[in-house]
């Protein structure tokens, strides 16, 4: 890297921690990755671990910016960002950024809070940042947005604003499923059939109380019939990303636009099972979008926005 960062933005998750060294004009200039996720951590690991990664960006004589979503905020993370509750304009989370008190030398760490709903019970810790980004690229926007993942985010916005939104445990479901469950002795997931996931997502739209009921098929298809592992395993994925869609898109709201925000394999899965319900579909990547949102939110907060919070020890 030729020069120094302006600003650091960081996502740090339950698994994961990411940051980027952004320049004047909020663009990386340089990425870092480790897998020193929340989960791994307790409370005094996060200070040394974040000046770790982010090394030589870091000046004492210089202190630099950097702020953080996900589950760095948590109850369990780094210093608790409390949840906004919706509905909540995007950028009205720019006032609520949390200062943590014992950051690294020569960084200024701030922690975006993530939304909460009361009825029905959910909460959103990370994804908030990827929705205002979104807003940064596409301001008019207003539809639905899913982010799928272990766990899928649905959410409406409407005017800049989170207005409801909704949590479907897909990818823990196909992750039990497929690797701790009696279907693991026939799904092989190095393989895939197209044909069979499409044949799986309209099996749910057209059904989906009795998606339940389909997936001892996967395995049976093996055991009476001549189903390859590949086709299990896309089965296995149709049958649940279809009963995900069925449930959180109201056929009545058809006409409303979807934005896809995560990992392009990911999303490409959702827009092809989307396509079947002849919804319009626009994709995003994720990391463009934490990193958008951040970089609004930084914009847009002011020093005496940010709230000031002792670390729970």
């Not at 989170?162 to 479907?168: D, L, S």
């Amino acid at each position: 890297m030729r020069e120094p960062p302006t600003w650091i933005a960081v996502d740090w998750g339950t698994s994961r921690l990411r940051a980027w060294a952004m320049g004047p004009d909020d663009r990386p200039l340089e990425a870092q990755a480790s897998e020193a996720g929340m989960a791994r951590l307790d409370r005094e690991a996060f200070a040394p671990t974040l000046a770790a990664l982010l090394g030589g960006w870091l000046d004492p004589a210089r202190p630099r910016d950097v702020v953080i979503c996900g589950m760095a905020g948590s109850r369990q993370g780094w210093c608790e960002a409390p949840y906004r509750t919706v509905p909540v304009p995007l950028s009205g989370l720019s006032g609520h950024l949390v200062t943590v008190p014992d950051a690294p030398a020569g960084a200024i760490v701030r922690i975006v809070p993530g939304l909460r709903q009361l009825s029905p019970p959910d909460v959103i810790r990370g994804e908030e940042t990827q929705l205002a980004g979104l807003l940064a690229l596409k301001p008019a926007f207003a539809g639905v947005v899913c982010l799928p993942g272990t766990h899928s985010k649905w959410a409406e916005m409407v005017d800049g604003a989170v207005t409801r939104f909704a949590t479907v445990m897909t990818g823990e479901l196909f992750d039990l499923l497929a690797h701790r469950s009696i279907l693991r002795h026939s799904v092989d997931d190095t393989a895939w059939d197209q044909a069979a996931f499409d044949a799986a997502v309209g099996d749910a739209l057209a059904d989906p109380a009795r998606v339940s009921a389909r997936l001892f098929g996967v395995r049976a298809g093996a055991l009476v019939g001549d189903q390859p592992p590949a086709a299990a395993i896309a089965r296995l994925s149709g049958l649940l990303i279809g009963q995900e869609l069925a449930a959180v898109l109201a056929p009545s709201e058809s006409d409303r636009p979807v934005a896809l925000v995560g990992a392009s394999r990911l999303t490409a899965l959702y827009a092809r099972a989307l396509d079947r319900m002849d919804r319009s579909v626009t994709r995003f990547d994720g990391d463009d979008l934490v990193v958008a949102g951040l970089s609004r939110l930084r914009a847009a907060a002011r020093p005496h926005d940010t709230v000031q919070r002792e670390t729970v020890r």
